[in-house]
């Protein structure tokens, strides 16, 4: 049971849009930020979202990320197929000084 | 270019201790950042084990943290960890992960992964 929540699944047409949200509490995503990763097949995972909404260098602006309270969202614009992966959401949780993921969302571009 | 490359075996027979090590290039682990270890089941999400600043400062999962020892050689620049009475349930990809973490800017993030390593636990 992963302390953040995540929609096991979502699925879209190529070319469309997507979110993925990720629920926590006020010890993690309520107070601090989140980052999120793509992990494609096969490979380890890739950081396309830090500090809520921020992309590291290399990130199409396609992936975008928000937060409001204690959940936070993922967006994915102009699907490609390159696009279906696992992805997980992570924060820092203060109350028990760990870090926590999210159980992942696994992404079919359709 | 920061790398990092996981090794060790990939086969431990039950109760023995995983040991696994990092090799970090294109960075020195001593000029900042925590070094980490995560793993994934097969077929499961991510599990982070813990983290260390190359001072000495550490921070482990609670779950793990009785069986876990991790450490970093400045020399060599690289990570360790040792997992102890390991069992089925430690099979898994284990990742080494550059950290950025910030308690006070409340941030957290990994920027740059090893390609991960397969240990099975199986006698």
């Known amino acids: 049971q992963s302390v953040l929540t995540q929609p096991p699944s979502v699925s879209a047409a190529p070319g469309q849009k997507v979110t993925i949200s990720c629920s926590g509490s006020?010890?993690?995503?309520?107070?601090?930020?989140v980052s999120w990763y793509q992990q494609l097949p096969g490979t380890a995972p890739k950081l396309v979202i830090y500090?809520?909404?921020k992309r590291p260098s290399g990130i199409p602006d396609r992936f975008s990320g928000s937060k409001s309270g204690t959940s936070a969202t993922l967006g994915i614009t102009g699907l490609q197929t390159g696009d279906e992966a696992d992805y997980y959401c992570?924060?820092?949780?203060?109350?028990?000084?760990?870090?926590?993921f999210g159980g992942g969302t696994k992404l079919t571009v359709l | 270019q920061v790398q990092l490359q996981e090794s060790g075996p990939g086969l431990v027979k039950p109760s023995e201790t995983l040991s696994l090590t990092c090799a970090v290039s294109g960075y020195s682990i001593s000029s900042g950042y925590y070094w980490d270890w995560v793993r994934q089941p097969p077929g499961k999400g991510l599990e982070w084990i813990a983290s260390?600043?190359?001072?000495?400062?550490?921070y482990y999962n609670p779950a793990l943290k009785s069986r876990v020892t991790i450490s970093v050689d400045t020399s060599k620049n690289q990570l360790s960890l040792k997992l102890s009475s390991v069992t089925a349930a430690d099979t898994a990809v284990y990742y080494c992960?550059?950290?950025?973490?910030?308690?006070?800017?409340?941030?957290?993030?990994?920027?740059?992964w090893g390609q991960g390593t397969l240990v099975t636990v199986s006698s």
């Open positions: 992570g924060a820092w949780d203060g109350g028990l000084s760990v870090v926590v």
């Open positions: 992960a550059r950290h950025a973490l910030s308690i006070v800017g409340n941030t957290t993030c990994f920027d740059h």
């Open positions: 006020s010890s993690n995503i309520g107070n601090n930020y």
């Open positions: 260390m600043f190359h001072s000495g400062s550490t």
């Open positions: 500090d809520n909404n």
